[in-house]
């Protein structure tokens, strides 16, 4: 069993930055995938990113490719988001999420682990 807690949301403007955490409890973080996706107002859940249990490889969606990076501290149990030149589309609250690496990463269903989700908001 694995919970997750996201932080480091917030109301920033275009071209800012920002870092979100994921911090997990419980055991065998490090043999999950830990990925982010996130939701706006009416719209469905979306695949971010994601890294495999090693951190040695990242895929990233087409719309974050290039500004966002993904990382993780096995030994810190944490999940990390790097956004950067960050635009009033990425406006939406991120979940962390974790579990065994599949094909499937870009699906929610892929996942067994949700975090509750941090909200970014991005001004124009």
């Known amino acids: 069993q694995v919970q997750l807690v996201e932080s480091g949301g917030g109301l920033v403007q275009t071209g800012d930055s920002l870092r979100l955490s994921c911090a997990a409890s419980?055991?065998?973080?490090?043999?999950?995938?830990v990925s982010w996706f996130r939701q706006a107002p009416g719209k469905e859940r979306e695949f971010v990113a994601v890294?495999?249990?090693?951190?040695?490889?990242?895929y990233y969606a087409d719309s974050v490719k290039g500004r966002f990076t993904i990382s993780r501290d096995n030994d810190r149990k944490k999940g990390y988001l790097q956004m950067d030149s960050l635009k009033p589309d990425d406006t939406a609250a991120y979940f962390c999420?974790?579990?065994?690496?599949?094909?499937?990463?870009?699906?929610?269903?892929?996942?067994?682990?949700w975090g509750q989700g941090t909200q970014v908001t991005v001004s124009s």
């Open positions: 999420a974790a579990g065994a690496f599949s094909r499937r990463y870009m699906s929610s269903s892929a996942y067994d682990y």
């Open positions: 419980g055991r065998f973080f490090s043999s999950y995938a």
């Open positions: 890294i495999r249990r090693s951190g040695g490889e990242t």
